[in-house]
């Protein structure tokens, strides 16, 4: 069974998730950030992991809390989905087009964080949704699931398709990565013997 399920409660927000890493991309999204909750569908629906996330923020502030917070803890419930990594492929990757868009997302279930973040987005906010926090998202989720994430917009005129972009490549290569590796025999896939 590899869920992962999360409540992080602060001052500033209120978010529950739950992941099932097994799953078909059912969803069920509700951040109240209408941007956000079209995203993490796309994870969802490209990644074929089944999503369920609640969350309460600060939103008469503006959105930045929330999307941190709710990356945050996706991130949380990743790592505890993941397990100790044994007999995954540990490594994944995808090129997703949109129209003129298109983006390459790597992902190492290393254990370590780090995020590198490529993208010049065509306009500053998508339908009131500041493009800024596409990165303080993922860098909450890399930090709390201790991934390795490279994100690369290689083109894109258009924000609202360089943003699906990513989240759709991002659910691809995630669904790689954490797969089976059948020749692999239930070993960790590191010379170090750990993740």
Do not use: C, W
């Not at 399920?5 to 529950?16: F, G, K, P």
């Not at 044994?86 to 279930?109: F, I, M, N, Q």
């Amino acid at each position: 069974m590899r869920q992962g399920s999360v409540t992080r409660d602060t001052l500033e927000t209120q978010v529950s998730v739950k992941l099932d890493l097994d799953g078909t991309g059912s969803n069920q999204l509700a951040t109240k950030v209408g941007f956000l909750d079209h995203m993490l569908e796309q994870i969802a629906r490209h990644g074929m992991v089944d999503l369920e996330i609640d969350a309460r923020g600060d939103l008469h502030i503006d959105a930045h809390h929330t999307v941190e917070d709710v990356g945050i803890t996706l991130g949380q419930a990743l790592a505890q989905a993941i397990g100790d990594k044994k007999g995954l492929r540990r490594y994944g990757h995808a090129y997703v087009p949109l129209d003129e868009s298109l983006t390459r997302v790597v992902v190492d279930l290393s254990g370590r964080p780090g995020l590198v973040f490529n993208v010049d987005f065509a306009r500053a906010s998508i339908g009131g949704f500041d493009v800024d926090l596409v990165r303080e998202f993922f860098q909450g989720l890399v930090n709390h699931a201790g991934i390795t994430l490279h994100i690369d917009n290689l083109r894109g005129e258009n924000a609202h398709h360089q943003a699906e972009t990513i989240f759709k490549a991002f659910g691809r290569a995630l669904r790689m990565a954490v797969e089976a590796d059948d020749r692999a025999a239930g070993s960790i896939p590191s010379t170090k013997g750990r993740l």
